[in-house]
């Protein structure tokens, strides 16, 4: 009898690793591992590594790394970094937090498409906000947020922000207001609590909001498209490996600048969760008890 009660949740355990390391294969690991082999496959011939050669040779091709770092960095200490002195602010359980955190959340549920969509109508050379600009003679030349890098720019934090501040809010409420309130009454200014109560406790969390931010930044597509340059400034890596796919049906290569794109995205995610060391090294919670 023993026996029998003792394995029943052996084979529960296993009836449930087993999904889900079949999920995990089917979405993650199947797919990579068929693009890194369809990247050593290039479809004129030339070697395994013919397509990776393409791509670092072709002028139109290596700058799209730079370009995307261009939009995704920024963007990313942009988002992050506002939503630290917001998330401080609304820290406290208020209707101003209720509010606030519902207003964010409809840039998530719009998405990206109908964010550039709101853009080109209110952003554009004839939209009220360019318009009320120039009518309030706050700048002499014509006023352009559409269609060039900043358009690109401003989409990817209105459309990061929130993702990024709700995060950061978790973080923020979760740690335990009575370790500030102990170093005040020994004298710590509020900025002195911050640096060196709050900061530490939350370098672990804003360095996970930062690296979500900038893969979800670097995978700009349909903003480069509709609100950028796509032959120009904002031709973006996710554009080249569409236009390599779909234009000249060389899935191949595209596959190659996918590859390129999840690599250098791992070098930067490395870089920051390396550089977390530098702040803070002891434990990576200071929750409410």
Not at 165 to 193: C, E, H, K, N
Not at 205 to 216: I, R
């Amino acid at each position: 009898m023993s026996a029998v009660t003792l394995s029943g949740p052996r084979d529960a355990k296993g009836w449930l690793v087993t999904p889900a390391l079949g999920f995990i294969v089917a979405l993650f690991i199947y797919p990579f591992a068929y693009g890194l082999m369809l990247s050593f496959e290039p479809m004129n011939g030339g070697g395994l590594l013919a397509n990776y050669l393409t791509f670092f040779t072709d002028s139109s091709m290596w700058p799209t790394i730079f370009v995307t770092l261009k939009l995704a960095v920024p963007a990313t200490i942009i988002n992050v970094g506002v939503s630290v002195p917001v998330a401080f602010s609304l820290r406290r359980k208020s209707p101003y937090q209720k509010l606030v955190t519902t207003l964010l959340v409809i840039p998530v549920t719009l998405g990206t498409v109908l964010i550039a969509d709101g853009m080109l109508t209110y952003f554009s050379p004839n939209g009220w906000f360019p318009q009320a600009v120039q009518a309030l003679h706050l700048y002499g030349d014509e006023v352009r947020l559409t269609h060039n890098y900043w358009g690109v720019l401003i989409s990817l934090i209105v459309s990061g922000f929130p993702f990024a501040f709700l995060l950061t809010l978790s973080y923020v409420t979760g740690i335990d207001p009575t370790l500030a309130r102990a170093a005040a009454t020994l004298g710590a200014s509020p900025w002195q609590q911050f640096r060196q109560i709050y900061l530490p406790l939350l370098v672990p969390g804003l360095t996970m909001a930062a690296c979500l931010s900038f893969v979800q930044a670097f995978s700009v597509f349909p903003s480069a498209v509709l609100l950028g340059s796509p032959a120009g400034p904002t031709r973006v890596m996710s554009i080249a490996a569409s236009e390599a796919a779909f234009e000249s049906y060389d899935y191949s290569l595209a596959s190659t600048i996918a590859i390129v794109m999840g690599f250098v995205q791992l070098i930067v995610v490395a870089g920051m969760l390396g550089a977390r060391r530098f702040f803070y090294t002891g434990p990576v919670t200071g929750g409410k008890g």
